[in-house]
């Protein structure tokens, strides 16, 4: 179980709470998309990804991006327990999806900067650390299928 200090939840709830999912989801998985373009090959169905303009203006990228964020909304709302807030995710994610678990790392790298690039002057050392262990924590219950 991981311990979280009262300013790391107060940090991460006031993080999540004043995100325009709409914008920073779609920004994010885009980043992820264009960055590692590896990663496109668990989005064939998304249609036209061949470069950055595309991958930028496609609405399935725009809306599994907002999907992600609402999922890390259930991990905020859930602190203390996130292996099993993540499990069916895990599940899924792992047997039928097959995504190589290395890619929840990525995403989150990813978020972590379109955060930062949001945030400005407000994305301390402090804001940043505790984003990074909360989410840590998520890639970690996200990976626990693959164990």
């Not at 991981?2 to 999912?21: P, Q, S």
């Not at 262990?133 to 890639?139: E, N």
Request: net charge neutral; hydrophobic share 40%.
């Amino acid at each position: 179980m991981v311990e979280w200090t009262e300013c790391e939840r107060a940090t991460i709830k006031d993080i999540f709470a004043k995100l325009d999912y709409d914008s920073v989801g779609p920004a994010a998985l885009s980043r992820c998309l264009i960055v590692y373009p590896w990663t496109q090959r668990y989005f064939g169905n998304f249609g036209n990804l061949y470069n950055a303009a595309a991958i930028m203006g496609n609405p399935n990228v725009a809306k599994h991006g907002t999907i992600i964020l609402h999922g890390l909304d259930r991990g905020v709302k859930n602190m203390d327990n996130m292996k099993d807030t993540y499990a069916e995710l895990s599940v899924l994610h792992s047997e039928k999806l097959h995504v190589d678990p290395d890619n929840f790392k990525l995403i989150s790298d990813c978020l972590t900067i379109v955060v930062a690039s949001r945030m400005g002057k407000a994305f301390t050392g402090e804001v940043q650390a505790a984003l990074q262990k909360f989410l840590a924590v998520v890639v970690s219950s996200l990976g626990r299928q693959y164990h």
